[in-house]
C-alpha cells in the first residue's frame, strides 16, 4: 500500500537555525497538510495545500513558517528562526481530494528537537 | 467552534472483551467524523469513518463506530479486543464549512488490552 514519507525521522537544531522538514506524499493526491504534535498534547492542524498554494492555514502558522512543492514529489515544511516552543512531533498528510469525507494518509512524522 | 472530547485518558479492557472507547463532538451542521489510530513512533493510520446513511460504520481490523446525532457522540468498538490493539486512539471532525479537509482532533485515548 503506498505511504507518505518524512524525512528525517529526528532533528535536533540550535535555537534560531532554520530547519527543513520533508515529506513525499502519495503519488496520486492533490491535497497535503502539515500537523504537529506537541508532548502529551492533541495533533494540531498547521496548514493544508492545493494546486501549489495555501489553503487554509491556523494562527500556529505564522510568518516564521512556509511549504513548499519544490517539484512533483516532494512537500516541505520550513521553519526560519526555530524557538524552544517549536519542539514537536509534525506529520504531513495527503489526501486524494478535498472532498471533507476523504481520509487522510499520515507519514511517520519527524521529531523536532530544537536546543 | 468545532472541538472534539475523548473523555478518558486510557481504557483498559481484557483481551477478548469488548472495549470502547469514547468520543464526542461540537460542531455546527453535519459532521464527518474520523478515528485513527498511531502505534508507537507511526503515524496516524486511518481507521474509519462517518459520513452519512447508517449510524454504525465498520472500519479496519474489527473496529467499528456508532454515530449518536442526539448524544453528539462517536463512540468506537470492537466486540472482541485483542492485545494488539493496544495504541492510542484519536477522534477527529471535519469542518463543515470551507473545502479544506483540516481535520480537529480529540486528545487522544490510550487503549490497554491485557492478556
Known amino acids: 500500500e503506498p505511504e507518505v514519507t518524512q524525512t528525517p525521522s529526528h532533528q535536533v537544531t540550535q535555537m534560531g537555525q532554520e530547519v527543513i522538514l520533508r515529506c513525499v506524499p502519495i503519488s496520486n493526491h492533490l491535497y497535503f497538510y502539515w500537523y504537529r504534535q506537541i508532548l502529551g498534547q492533541k495533533v494540531e492542524f498547521l496548514v493544508s495545500?492545493?494546486?501549489?498554494?495555501?489553503?487554509?492555514k491556523s494562527e500556529i502558522f505564522d510568518d516564521q513558517f512556509s511549504v513548499e512543492r519544490p517539484d512533483g514529489s516532494n512537500f516541505t515544511l520550513k521553519i526560519r528562526s526555530t524557538k524552544l516552543e517549536d519542539s514537536a512531533m509534525y506529520f504531513c498528510?495527503?489526501?486524494?481530494?478535498?472532498?471533507?469525507?476523504?481520509?487522510?494518509?499520515f507519514g511517520d512524522g519527524t521529531r523536532l528537537s530544537i536546543l | 467552534a468545532q472541538s472534539v472530547a475523548q473523555p478518558e485518558d486510557q481504557v483498559n479492557v481484557a483481551e477478548g472483551n469488548p472495549l470502547t472507547v469514547k468520543c464526542t463532538y461540537s460542531v455546527s451542521g453535519n459532521p464527518y467524523l474520523f478515528w485513527y489510530v498511531q502505534y508507537p513512533n507511526r503515524g496516524l493510520q486511518f481507521l474509519l469513518k462517518y459520513i452519512t446513511g447508517d449510524n454504525l460504520v465498520k472500519g479496519s481490523y474489527g473496529f467499528e463506530a456508532e454515530f449518536n446525532k442526539s448524544q453528539t457522540s462517536f463512540h468506537l468498538k470492537k466486540p472482541s479486543a485483542l492485545v494488539s490493539d493496544s495504541a492510542l486512539y484519536f477522534c477527529?471532525?471535519?469542518?463543515?464549512?470551507?473545502?479544506?479537509?483540516?481535520?480537529?482532533f480529540g486528545q487522544g485515548t490510550t487503549l490497554q488490552v491485557k492478556p
Open positions: 498528510a495527503s489526501s486524494e481530494g478535498s472532498d471533507r469525507g476523504q481520509p487522510q494518509h
Open positions: 495545500f492545493y494546486n501549489n498554494e495555501i489553503s487554509e
Open positions: 477527529a471532525v471535519t469542518r463543515t464549512s470551507g473545502n479544506t479537509g483540516k481535520l480537529i
